[in-house]
T-cell receptor
Framework: QKEVEQDPGPLSVPEGAIVSLNCTYS??????FMWYRQYSRKGPELLMY????GNKEDGRFTAQVDKSSKYISLFIRDSQPSDSATYLC????????????FGKGTRLSVIA | DGGITQSPKYLFRKEGQNVTLSCEQN?????MYWYRQDPGQGLRLIYY???????QKGDIAEGYSVSREKKESFPLTVTSAQKNPTAFYLC???????????FGSGTRLTVV
């Protein structure tokens, strides 16, 4: 079993839809969770960051962590064509100095 | 403006040649990372460095080499031993991995 699983998509939704992107993980020591957005031929940019369980909201974006289920989600409300990108989840333990563990990314297309 | 710069944006290599990809940051970050991205493969870690004059192999280090002589710079050499080097290469840096990475805009390497 891979440490982080993420459905690669592609996911295609109409403009204005609510989008749900998800990752599951196997390492219960993960405590820091991030979502990156990557436009085509560009580097990823940090979109959301959460620690431990709970929700975090930033504009149209909500990140949710359920540590009991080892499941994280990113919700995008009122999706726009400019949200079309690949979304990667990443996570880390607290101790040690190991690099972030990334999901493979989900490709999202928002159709106008 | 602070940031991380990768150059060149596009690079073509003949078979049997070594090429070096540049990565420079002015964010005063201690840690730097090199990833390779292939379609459907997500980000795969090549090498990382937590401090000057020290670096560690990632998951796919074979055929690659790095140096970290200055805090700002972490060049990656793709050697002729790398059998399938055509890919998108991303450099990243962080002051504390728990808060995520800053990525460069990438170098697309093509073997001709």
């Amino acid at each position: 079993q891979k440490e982080v699983e993420q459905d690669p998509g592609p996911l295609s939704v109409p403009e204005g839809a609510i989008v749900s992107l998800n990752c599951t993980y196997s390492n219960s020591a993960f405590q820091y969770f991030m979502w990156y957005r990557q436009y085509s031929r560009k580097g990823p940019e940090l979109l959301m960051y959460t620690y431990s369980s709970g929700n975090k909201e930033d504009g149209r974006f909500t990140a949710q962590v359920d540590k009991s289920s080892k499941y994280i989600s990113l919700f995008i409300r009122d999706s726009q064509p400019s949200d079309s990108a690949t979304y990667l989840c990443a996570m880390s333990t607290y101790s040690g100095n190991t690099p972030l563990v990334f999901g493979k990314g989900t490709r999202l297309s928002v159709i106008a | 403006d602070g940031g991380i710069t990768q150059s060149p944006k596009y690079l073509f290599r003949k078979e049997g040649q070594n090429v070096t990809l540049s990565c420079e940051q002015n964010l005063n970050h201690d840690a730097m990372y090199w990833y390779r991205q292939d379609p459907g493969q997500g980000l795969r870690l090549i090498y990382y460095s937590q401090i000057v004059n020290d670096f560690q192999k990632g998951d796919i280090a074979e055929g690659y080499s790095v140096s970290r002589e200055k805090k700002e710079s972490f060049p990656l050499t793709v050697t002729s031993a790398q059998k399938n080097p055509t890919a998108f290469y991303l450099c990243a840096s962080s002051t504390d991995r728990l808060y995520g990475y800053t990525f460069g805009s990438g170098t697309r390497l093509t073997v001709v």
